[in-house]
């Protein structure tokens, strides 16, 4: 008797990089006023059109089928319920522009409210439910084409420049407008703009009792050089006079009211001169009538309250605004620590901090409901790529509840290798947390090639969270050893700042003591290991293959090469200077120093360089410089260029350049390591 297919056994099989492509992930989620309901974003990979779509999906919190709200090739993001729950509206590009919409709560056609040449953000319902609010950049004005109508993939004749941020990876160059402060008329779609001139506007918020917004904004003489004085004000809701509230020096972010109106709580810290992310965003809250003064409620929780943690799963991290309880007594929010990004809570007055979320890995967004009893949140671990969660706040210790299961099916025939804790003791004592992961047909008594990988950053961590690339590596024979050395987050403001102003030193014995720890294994053959990172992990191979021949060979992507030019070229080269503790007018034998263009005629391994050629971050003239370099001395070299992609190719590029990427990096190391 023939079985049914759905008896047949299912086959474990390795992953493969083409698996990429069958990967989708949730992006935004909304828990709804009543707290019975969760929309959320899932993004999906057109093989086809080699594109990124995503739309809008509700499930119960209850649990059950979740229901597509909106379908075909859009990109739908930022769900926000209304306050009777009866809607969600959302942002999408549709015909190539922005606009905002409105669906019922029940299904049915999403309403176009609005649509504009630009781009919104922080979209949010007024308390009554009349009026949506949002933050909107307008584009420049399209080029007239030949045949006289607007042509969006011309280029101006020229481009006048007069600030030092006038580009930014990912984006390209900059509108000459910014953020301002937009309201619309949920019935009619009229708009108001409430902000307007050469400052931006961001993170607008509505008063509980909708009387006034609070936003975020850096109106110093020259916002770009001083990048973190960013004060915190309030607008009336329809517009007039803007006043400033009381918060000490420093970035302000994400603000959010206390229910009665009184308090402004937000995430940011009071070092408005910080290197690249060494102090720790923490929780603050400040009265809006200024008396008293701004408080940072977290100040003895030696962690930064965000998501620091890293995959190759999504791009960027999200920063949710701190979440008050019904009673105005407590505030919820993400940080990180120790390789896991988790919810945590402190009360509104200040006091001990705790961690609500106990399950190892990676919290990527959460949101709660007006009066805050259930955390409907994004969550990823080794095993999962991104699934919905719930849990009680009250509840001690809280059981999280899976809610969706989106990657289950596809997952389940597939092998995985496990990361197991691999911590080890750098050259001077100093703990570094550390895992490995071993081939997934893995044999016991059997020696095996192994790959070091290097986080970028620097100020981030790797973690408890699906790594594609990790799986691949392992799936061909290799043990994958990562780990977070100093000049990373999640560990104190100390462990972070150890290396600002001195790239390649400590860190570099943290990388290259971690090098001993995998060698020291008895299943890996210290003859045959190579090494591999992105971005300052770029920086730290190009370092490594300079200073040491003990690597087989190496795979460096959109590297940090040259400290002097890249900050003359990146998009964020005006702020070089405040991690390097140098400039090029100043002190350019200390850039020298930090460079690997310094120490090219060291290198013996084989290097392979992948650089993306529309990099704003580390430009494409970083690789181009080792690359010319090690040529012209003769030295085992080669290039690959992916056009047309930014800095995050790894983890949102074009997904054949994904592939790409992929399959000259196992090209290389197979050649160099089997």
Known sequence: MKKSRSNMPKTNRLITAEDLLKFKWVRAVALSPGESKIAYTLEWIDENKQKYWSNLWVVPTSGG?????????????????SPDG???????????????????????????????NGTFGSLSWSPDGRRLLCAF??????????????????????????????????EGFLPKDGFHIWTFDTASGKGTQLTAGRYEELSPAFSPDGEWICFASNRQPDPDRESLRIDLWVIPSGGGRMRKVSTPPGPVWMPSWSPDGKKIAYIGHDRPD?????????????????KGGAKDLTAGFDRPCNDSTICDMQEGHGIPAPVWSADGKRLYFMASDSGSTALYTVPSSGGKVSRILTRPGHLQRFSAAKGAKT??????DFSIPAEVFTLKLSEKPAQPRQ??????????????????????????????????????????????PAILQIHGGPAV????????????????????????PRGGQGYGEAFAGAIVGDWGNIDYKDVMAGADELARKPFVDPKRVGVTGGSYGG?????????????????????VVNQYSMSGSSDIGHEVYREMKATIWDDPDKLLRMSPISYVKNVKTPLLILHNEFDLRCPISQGEELFLALKMLKKKVEFVRFPEEPHGLSRHGRPDRRLARLGWMLKWFDRYLK
């Open 403 to 448: 809610i969706t299961s989106i990657s289950k099916e596809f997952l389940e025939g597939i092998l995985l290798s496990r990361p197991e804790p691999a911590s080890f003791k750098s050259f001077d004592g100093t703990p570094v947390q550390a895992w490995i992961m071993k081939p997934t047909h893995f044999k016991p008594g059997r020696k095996y």
């Open 137 to 170: 950049r307008k584009n420049d004005p399209v080029p007239i084409g030949e045949d006289g109508k607007p042509d969006r993939k011309a280029a101006p004749v020229f481009r006048h420049i007069t600030r030092l941020f006038y580009k930014l990876d990912g």
């Open 461 to 484: 961590q790797y973690g408890i969270s699906f790594f594609h690339e990790f799986q691949l590596l392992a799936a061909r024979g290799y043990v994958i050893f990562f780990s977070n």
């Open 86 to 116: 009866k809607f969600i509206a959302f942002v999408s590009h549709r015909d190539e522009e922005d606009g905002i919409y409105i669906i019922p709560a029940d299904g049915g056609e999403a309403r176009k409210l609005v649509s504009m």
């Open 539 to 559: 920086f730290m191979t190009n370092w490594i293959v300079g200073h040491t021949n003990r690597f087989r060979a190496a795979v460096t992507g959109r590297s």
């Open 274 to 290: 910080d290197s690249w992310g060494v102090a720790n965003d923490h929780i603050w809250v400040a009265p809006v009538n200024g």
């Open 65 to 81: 089928a979740p229901r597509r709200f909106t379908t075909g090739k859009v990109k739908d993001r930022q769900p926000v319920w």
């Open 375 to 380: 955390a409907a949140f994004v969550f990823s």
